[in-house]
């Protein structure tokens, strides 16, 4: 499930990987995730290059169009890496690469740090009890490394700052619907540039969080009463029940009436 190794690099003629030339990731695709511990190295893909060096690292697909190595100008690379093929791992941290690009900071006292350290020093001591904690811990280490590249993408004070504000505009105008020219409006900014502004600083679309506080607070309307489906759909900016519904299904996969019963209202 997961194969690692750590190491210290001199020679740049003996260090260089090319992800499209890794044989045994033709058939299982892999994710790489190396963290560098002194020194440094670079990685290079497409047109861009970055130095990866102390507090960094990068997380890549196998097989890609990527190239790690050391580089001549490098005294040396000194690094702890992690290659796993599980399935669900490889496809959600595609994700962040994609998202978040391949380098990541990673501070000595990050809680990425610690529990990459605690991966390795499980693995390597193979102190699992069995095969599904031994997934577990890669589970938990896949979600702290998620958590830790969107929090530095967008941080936490800016981004909560502004998913607040939302949430309350929200709240403020539950009984109406709204588009996100109006939110837009309320920062003098274009409907496209407002929506590219409160992505870039959220890691969210507008419109997703503005549904996601009405379906919230139809949760809690369900679970706190028995009225009518159609007088909450009206209270909290919906066209109708079924409206309501159909955006309650595809979001939470289960029917407004099936959730009132299993919270018991």
């Known amino acids: 499930m997961l194969t690692l190794g750590c190491e210290t690099r001199r ?16 058939s299982e695709p892999k994710i790489v995730f190396q963290c ?32 790690y190595f050391l580089p001549k100008e490098s005294d040396g690379w000194s690094f702890f890496w992690f290659n796993t093929g599980h ?7 595609t994700i962040v690469c994609e998202r978040y690009g391949p380098v990541i ?4 006292d990050s809680r990425l740090m610690a529990r990459s350290r ?10 699992f009890d069995d095969g599904f904690s031994e997934e577990e811990a890669l589970l938990g280490w896949m979600l702290e490394l998620e958590r830790h590249a ?5 941080p936490r004070s800016r981004r909560e700052s502004m998913v607040e504000g939302l949430r309350s505009y929200t709240l403020e105008n539950l009984h109406r619907s709204f588009g996100v020219e109006e939110l837009a409006a309320r920062h003098g900014l274009s409907r496209s540039h407002y929506s590219h502004f409160f992505r870039r600083a959220t890691g969210l679309a507008p419109a997703a969080c503005v549904l ?17 489906l159609k007088e909450i759909a009206a209270e909290t900016g ?3 029940a079924n409206h309501l519904c159909k955006a309650f299904r595809r979001l939470f996969q289960i029917s407004p009436g099936a959730y009132r019963k299993l919270a018991g209202a």
């Open 11 to 26: 020679d740049p003629e003996a260090y260089r990987w090319d992800g499209m030339k890794r044989a045994d990731t033709r």
């Open 36 to 67: 560098t511990l002194a020194g440094w190295g670079a990685y290079e893909k497409g047109d861009r290059r970055w130095s990866v060096g102390a507090e960094e690292a990068f997380v890549t697909v196998l097989p890609s169009r990527h190239v």
């Open 87 to 93: 399935s669900y791992v490889v496809e959600r941290l």
């Open 105 to 108: 900071t990673v501070p000595a």
């Open 118 to 127: 605690r991966l390795f020093e499980e693995t390597c001591g193979q102190q």
């Open 150 to 154: 969107r929090d530095t993408a967008h």
């Open 212 to 228: 996601d506080v009405r379906l919230n607070e139809v949760r809690r309307r369900l679970r706190e009463s028995g009225r009518p």
């Open 238 to 240: 919906f066209a109708d």
